[in-house]
Nanobody, 116 residues
Framework: QVQLVESGGGLVQAGGSLRLSCAAS????????KTWYRQAPGKQRELVAT???????NYAEVVEDRFTSSIDNTKNTKYLQMNNFKPAASGIYYC??????????WGQGIHVTVSL
């Protein structure tokens, strides 16, 4: 069974930074798409960042220029560097891998709370 383990969340002040990590139990270099999602309290889960098979990155407009997604294939780990936090960025962040076949893989989610 594939496991994704997120770490690096917690409490951060508005304007501050955090880096989330997602360690996979499988090699991620060949995974079709690697994404990060966020679910704010009382809201639906939303896509935050994507790295495609060709290493192209895409970001939600609300985080563009402040969040950076990256991958270390040698560690089977992907990261989400988050800078200049806005209060609305609080929520549960999920690591997601979309393989070429079969269902997606999801992490358990990690809390990020932005204080004023």
């Amino acid at each position: 069974q594939v496991q994704l383990v997120e770490s690096g969340g917690g409490l951060v002040q508005a304007g501050g930074s955090l880096r989330l990590s997602c360690a996979a139990s499988i090699p991620i270099a060949g995974i079709r798409t690697k994404t990060w999602y966020r679910q704010a309290p009382g809201k639906q889960r939303e896509l935050v960042a994507t790295i495609t098979w060709g290493s192209k990155t895409n970001y939600a407009e609300v985080v563009e220029d402040r969040f950076t997604s990256s991958i270390d294939n040698t560690k089977n780990t992907k990261y989400l560097q988050m800078n200049n936090f806005k209060p609305a960025a609080s929520g549960i962040y999920y690591c997601n891998l979309i393989p070429w076949q079969g269902p997606d893989y999801w992490g358990q989610g990690i809390h990020v709370t932005v204080s004023l």
